[in-house]
């Protein structure tokens, strides 16, 4: 028992409320709907302090895998910090990194053969972008001081992500003067994601998009990026990997750097390793945080090509050095957990676990499709989504209702975690997840909404 703390849950949410400020969250609502006490955790299930066990069905954002308290990960855990917890990066080495490249390199593009190391997926997507725009630079392409980006993305909190991300959301709105000169462009939605729906945009007005956007602004551009397949935190927008295709060839075409963020789609989430094995693309940066450890420990990884690393070799009075860090640099601890993480996939069928997990998702989001409170239902691997509406109206919810935090809430009390994001309802559980766990889910989706 920690003597510091209160012994009883109530008094520790007080606590909580006393001193803690969670992330997303507007603290004046948690004085009617306070924190809720997690105590463990067993295989997809979270235990709360109420004695209630729910389905994880969000990976607890995005990052469990292979369940909760995994005994392989634990152990590669508790093997490594007792060798080692933690050293510099700069100057040094070690092991659990080396083994951890080793382990990822034959997984990504053949082109994809330097990796920088760093703790989250916003550093993951800021080195990739301050990288991209030194090597510009140490070419002579003084004018390539901007980047471009979908609208609708999203690619973490940090001001350089920030800046890439959504034009006119909750971010920007707030930190728009600091932000980098980014320039920005609608890619449709795919249709054949949807279940029944009616198609929302075609590959050939999404292509010439492409193409004009970048007539536009290819000359100034140091970098492009973009979620491949899926904008998560956007909405759940599935669009198509012909549009990337098309993305990549304008990038070749005007000498700007791709930036594919895989830190949400990595790890087999849309039904492969890495999205952009569907899409026939390799990009020129590669971004990979969240599913690397199952959610065990932060770590993150920016991946990039000999033709980029050599644009920063040189003398180090050139200054051609790329200055960037973290202390937690390849911690010791997190790349054994990562490690670990990865011989999963080798030794164990997560990936055909992962083919079965999606076709049970699809199947059971279609008894959810034609609800009158439901619209544009649509799956895509391990993803499932849908828009809420207001069955009276057919319209969302106006965003004073807190409809979709009302709906968390009340789905705790019958066994599953969902979050949406807005009018967004998704389900994004962990690849372990048995097939009868999403039925049941789904049916409790749709008991909740009536």
């Known amino acids: 028992m920690n003597h510091l703390l209160p012994s009883e849950w109530s008094d520790r949410v007080a606590f909580d409320l006393a001193h803690v400020w969670h992330p997303f969250t507007q603290m004046k609502e948690h004085l009617e709907d306070p924190p809720v006490p997690v105590v463990g955790a067993e295989g997809v299930d979270l235990l709360l302090g109420d004695g209630r066990r729910v389905l994880d069905g969000i990976s607890s954002w995005w990052c469990n895998l292979h369940g909760h308290g995994h005994p392989r990960i634990l152990g590669a855990l508790e093997r490594q910090a007792a060798k080692l917890d933690h050293v510099m990066f700069a100057g040094f080495t070690h092991e ?3 083994e951890l490249v ?6 990504l593009p053949q082109a994809m053969t330097r990796c920088f190391f760093s703790d989250n997926g916003s550093t993951a997507v800021e080195i ?5 725009f030194q090597a510009q630079i140490q070419q002579g392409r003084a004018s ?4 471009g980006a979908l609208r609708e993305g999203y690619h973490g909190d940090t001001l350089g992500a920030v800046g890439v991300g959504e034009l006119d959301n909750w971010l920007t709105g707030v930190f728009r003067p600091l932000l980098l000169h980014c320039d920005r462009f609608a890619v449709p939605e795919d249709p ?6 009616e198609a929302t945009g075609t590959l050939e007005t999404g292509r010439a998009g492409v193409k004009a956007f970048f007539e536009a602004h290819g ?4 970098a492009f990026i973009a979620e491949p397949l899926v904008q998560g935190a956007g909405g759940m927008r599935f669009w198509a990997p012909e549009l990337l295709q098309e993305i990549r060839l304008q990038c070749d075409r005007f000498g700007i750097y791709l930036i594919l963020d895989e830190v949400m789609t990595g790890f087999g989430r849309t039904g492969s390793f890495l999205a952009l094995d569907q899409c026939g693309v390799v990009p020129d940066f590669l971004c990979l945080s969240k599913g690397l450890t199952n959610g065990a420990l932060p770590l993150s990884l920016t991946w990039t090509s000999d033709a980029v690393y050599q644009h920063f070799w040189g003398d180090y009075t050139e200054w051609k050095t790329f200055f960037h860090g973290h202390t937690y640099t390849a911690n010791p601890l997190a790349c054994a957990v990562a490690c670990a993480n990865l011989s999963l996939f080798d030794e164990e069928p997560v990936m055909a676990r992962a083919h079965a997990l999606a076709g049970a998702m699809r199947e059971a989001w279609q008894g959810l499709a034609g609800h ?5 239902a649509r799956t895509l691997g391990c993803i499932a989504a849908c828009q ?8 969302p919810h106006h965003v004073e209702e807190r409809f979709g935090w009302k709906f968390h809430r009340r789905a705790l009390d019958h066994g599953l975690l969902v979050r949406p994001m807005g009018d967004c309802l998704y389900l994004m559980p962990p690849l372990a997840t048995p097939p009868a766990r999403i039925q049941e889910a789904v049916e409790t989706l749709v008991e909740l909404l009536g």
Do not use: H, N
């Open 96 to 98: 659990p990194a080396l």
């Open 102 to 107: 080793a382990r990822l390199r034959p997984r």
């Open 128 to 132: 990739a972008l301050k990288m991209a």
């Open 144 to 147: 390539r001081v901007r980047f």
């Open 192 to 197: 054949r994601r949807e279940l029944g729906g």
């Open 219 to 222: 000359e100034t551009m140091a």
């Open 372 to 376: 009158p409170a439901i619209r544009r």
């Open 388 to 395: 809420m509406v207001d069955p009276r109206t057919g319209q």
